[in-house]
């Protein structure tokens, strides 16, 4: 079965501008989360999912939101985008809530 | 504050040699551990354990949990080329599906 897919693959952004990531998640799973990583602060947790209700998020600025669409896809947006965004962000699903997730290849964005 | 750490954070061997990678945690309300694979960019996933004292296996790879002492260790054993690449772990937090990663430990096996 497919699976994760994220899109697109690369971002190149001028500061200020806001962005629109894209997760499918594998079919059948209702729970995604989103990671940010750099190399500095590694994996990140951005806020995860269920059921199209957002249950957890981490420790990041408002301008970093996200949703969850009845078919479990979901999207997460940066707005007023600063350098320090520039990151591999990375979207996981699993069937339930606290079960193995798995991730997809995420998208590398590059805020100039 | 949770926090998850890993060692050593680098680490350099030959083909066929035995490698530990370790893993600590303080997490409230511990769940689950996981460790994962990243060679380009997804991570792909390798263990999860519950159980203390229970040990996983897949091949040459094997893992195990002490929850009283709060760590896991994942080996490799008979390590190949294939094997480098960067090893997270990860601890999951009551019935959420935030992961705390730990910084990763990056393997490199030369030939």
């Known amino acids: 079965k497919a699976g994760v897919t994220q899109t697109p693959r690369y971002l190149i952004k001028t500061r200020g501008q806001q962005v629109t990531l894209s997760c499918s998640p594998i079919?059948?799973?209702?729970?995604v989360s989103w990671y940010q990583q750099t190399p500095g602060q590694g994996l990140q947790f951005l806020f995860e999912?269920?059921?199209?209700?957002?249950?957890n998020k981490g420790n990041f600025p408002g301008r970093f939101s996200g949703r969850q669409f009845s078919n479990s896809r979901s999207e997460m947006n940066v707005s007023t985008l600063e350098l320090g965004d520039s990151a591999l962000y990375l979207c996981?699903?699993?069937?339930?809530?606290?079960?193995?997730?798995?991730f997809g290849s995420g998208t590398r964005l590059t805020v100039v | 504050e949770d926090k998850v750490v890993q060692s050593p954070l680098s680490l350099v061997v030959h083909e066929g040699d035995t490698v530990t990678l370790n893993c600590s945690y303080e997490?409230?309300?511990?769940?689950?551990l996981l460790w994962y694979k990243q060679e380009k960019k997804a991570p792909t996933f390798l263990f999860m354990l519950?159980?203390?004292?229970i040990e996983k296996k897949s091949g040459r790879l094997s893992s195990i949990l002490d929850k009283k002492e709060l760590f896991s260790i994942l080996n490799i054993t008979a390590t190949q080329t294939g094997d480098s690449a960067v090893y997270l772990c990860?601890?999951?937090?009551?019935?959420?599906?935030?992961?705390?990663f730990g910084q990763g430990t990056t393997l490199q096996v030369k030939p």
């Open positions: 519950t159980s203390s004292g």
């Open positions: 997490v409230t309300n511990f769940r689950s």
């Open positions: 079919s059948g799973h209702r729970s």
């Open positions: 996981a699903s699993s069937w339930d809530l606290g079960r193995r997730y798995t």
């Open positions: 999912y269920f059921s199209e209700t957002q249950r």
């Open positions: 990860a601890v999951g937090s009551g019935n959420t599906g935030k992961l705390i």
